[in-house]
């Protein structure tokens, strides 16, 4: 069922999947928290075989698919959590790619019985200033001012989705999609506190997985995560970028549901 649900100062659209037939209900859900590169529609390859088994919630930060854009300051793991208080959910198995896995993990540190386990796709995490190295940001802020989307789209393509060949149609359309989101969030969004050295606190079971051909300085930062930790599982797709989900899908439904395993 899709919702609109309603967040300070604003409202994000949501959906959930309901309980599969034959399970009873009262499982743990899945909430799948999209990556800045791409809004939910980045799970639809995956979302078949996650809901045959498990409720699954999926939502669109504010500016991104169908929310719509910020008006006000917000906070990403805020929203997150008034997405799962709207679907009544206090405990759950929490998947985040990206930007996503920078929210989740706030998340598990913020209120760590919230969350039951995590799996982190390409994570993204706050207080890691060099996953955006300055003169990426030059090149992006250049662009956007000559309103360049399409370079914008080249750029990171190019950065971030070694494994495309030709035009990647579907991680330039998921791209393209986004763009206009970062510049309407930007000026509202408030960042979470750090998290990158307060990694060590986490106490949820953890699968974290490394695309190897994504840009460099995010597989460093993702190897010291997966360090920092304890007792994350990493699984590394030797054939994935920024965008496992579309690259390796299977992989990735796997690793979900090895973290949903692990959950306590």
């Known amino acids: ?29 899945l909430v799948l928290v999209h990556p800045g590169v791409g809004d939910s529609r980045i799970w639809d390859g995956i979302l078949p075989r996650l809901t045959e088994r498990h409720r699954v919630i999926r939502y669109d930060a504010r500016g991104y698919g169908r929310s719509p854009a910020p008006t006000a300051p917000f906070s990403l793991v805020e929203d997150l959590i008034v997405v799962l208080d709207h679907y009544g959910v206090g405990r759950a198995v929490l998947v985040g790619s990206s930007m996503g896995g920078a929210t989740v993990i706030s998340l598990a540190l913020r209120d760590p019985a919230r969350v039951a386990s995590l799996a982190l796709v390409v994570p993204g995490v706050t207080g890691a200033d060099e996953l955006l190295p300055p003169e990426f940001m030059a090149e992006v802020g250049r662009l956007a001012q000559a309103g360049d989307v399409d370079g914008i789209v080249t750029m990171v393509r190019r950065s971030s989705a070694a494994m495309g060949t030709g035009t990647d149609p579907e991680v330039t359309e998921l791209l393209k999609a986004v763009v206009p989101a970062w510049f309407a969030v930007h000026p509202h969004q408030v960042p979470d506190p750090p998290a990158y050295d307060r990694l060590g606190e986490l106490d949820v079971p953890c699968v974290l997985v490394i695309g190897e051909r994504d840009a460099p300085e995010v597989v460093r930062v993702n190897e010291t995560m997966a360090q920092r930790i304890p007792g994350c599982r990493v699984v590394r797709l030797a054939h994935s970028d920024h965008f496992p989900t579309v690259r390796d899908p299977d992989a990735v439904v796997e690793a979900v549901l090895e973290a949903y395993a692990e959950a306590r």
Do not use: R
């Not at 309901?18 to 859900?29: A, D, F, I, V």
């Open 1 to 29: 069922m899709d919702v609109m649900v309603s967040v300070k100062d604003g409202e994000v659209w949501s959906h959930d999947s309901g309980e599969p037939s034959g399970t009873g209900g009262g499982s743990l859900p």
